[in-house]
């Protein structure tokens, strides 16, 4: 499907974007890329136009011939200024074109490779990463959202911009009142699990490994899944738990660490992706080895932490209208480099929300 949003035109005409996605969320699948949905209405909040294309559910190839055909039509009438792809071979789709400038997002297993449930990496997603890393060097910028990424993604013109929280919807709730909500006891301890247990990478079994740990040290607490809810449901599931469990193999810079930091409950994390960057200045919190004992030690102390969190003040910077601003002015860079023909300077934002100066 393609669907246009705009804003009403001010100052001057506002950029335009077409959004190239395989994931956003849809009445049948409302969890399906929802940080995708919330950069673009984050990017119309700050005034620009966006049309998403987003192709109806299918087979997976006919899903990308429709995207390039309409890539490629939707381009002759110099409509857009910029393209933006999110995921390897979207991004594909997005480049297969050469007279509008394209912005490649890639997400985690598109440049790090996908891991299987034996933990080896499969053949299909060293393909994709190799598709990936060939487009960094064919695109005109890049978007990664860990320094692990931008270090798989080889040479290009490459920006670390996690995704934005919207910290409208994932605020603090307090405790009794979403346990009220959701029905659960109010004095058992919750552990969440905010991924799909069938997906390998996430290592659902080193989870239930921790809570076993706990069980054995005398701790009763209860491994929650969350998967496949609505964004305001899981709202009142972070904040129902006492603290999230992330035991992921690998990853870029998950998203569900984030938005439980924005409802200031605690985060047990493997140290994977940006993780403890973002959660290693805040009491509560805990960044551990791929280790159930490990776990369970820093769960054990986080189910001890009363009260809320710091995590939402301490994560500030990755508020969606602030890295919506990190995302334009990669467009802006782009657009300059590609009407003018010479290099620009840009300010890029580090992990800890401090800006330097960076110069292509």
Not at 121 to 131: D, F, H, L, Q, R
Not at 159 to 177: K, S
Not at 320 to 343: D, N, T, W
Request: charged residues 20%.
């Amino acid at each position: 499907m393609s669907t246009t949003h705009s804003r009403q035109q001010t100052a001057e005409k506002p950029l335009r974007v077409l959004m190239v996605t395989g994931v956003y969320p849809t009445e049948q699948k409302p969890h399906s890329g929802t940080f995708i949905k919330s950069q673009v209405d984050s990017l119309l909040a700050a005034g620009l136009e966006v049309e998403l294309l987003h192709p109806k559910p299918g087979p997976s190839p006919m899903r990308y011939l429709a995207a390039i055909v309409q890539v490629f039509f939707k381009t002759l009438t110099g409509s857009f200024d910029i393209l933006h792809g999110h995921y390897g071979l979207w991004c594909l789709a997005a480049r297969i074109q050469w007279t509008t400038p394209v912005v490649a997002s890639f997400l985690g297993d598109d440049l790090l490779g996908t891991v299987t449930a034996d933990g080896d990496y499969s053949k299909k997603g060293a393909v994709v990463a190799g598709i990936s890393r060939y487009l960094c060097r064919r695109v005109d910028a890049v978007i990664v959202k860990s320094a692990g990424m931008k270090k798989a993604s080889s040479e290009g013109n490459i920006f670390i911009i996690p995704n934005g929280v919207d910290f409208d919807l994932f605020h603090h709730i307090p405790r009794a009142e979403a346990r009220a909500a959701l029905g659960w006891d109010h004095d058992r301890y919750y552990v969440l699990f905010g991924n799909d247990p069938k997906i390998p990478v996430k290592n659902f079994p080193l989870a239930q490994a921790a809570i076993k740990c706990l069980h054995s040290s005398g701790i009763s607490a209860e491994l929650v899944v969350a998967t496949g809810l609505t964004q305001t449901k899981l709202v009142q599931y972070m904040n129902a738990s006492n603290a999230l469990i992330l035991s992921s193999i690998a990853e870029g810079s998950p998203n569900i660490v984030k938005e439980t930091m924005a409802c200031n409950v605690p985060v047990v994390s493997t140290d994977v992706g940006d993780v403890s960057e973002v959660i290693g200045r805040t009491k509560g919190c805990s960044v551990c080895p791929h280790d159930p004992d490990a776990l369970a030690t820093a769960l054990e102390q986080a189910l001890q932490h009363t009260g809320p969190t710091t995590g939402r003040a301490d994560i500030m910077h990755l508020d969606r209208s602030v890295v919506a601003k990190q995302v334009i002015a990669v467009y802006e860079q782009v657009i300059s480099k590609k009407a003018e023909g010479k290099e620009n300077t840009l300010y890029e934002r580090d992990a800890t929300g401090q800006q330097r100066l960076v110069k292509y």
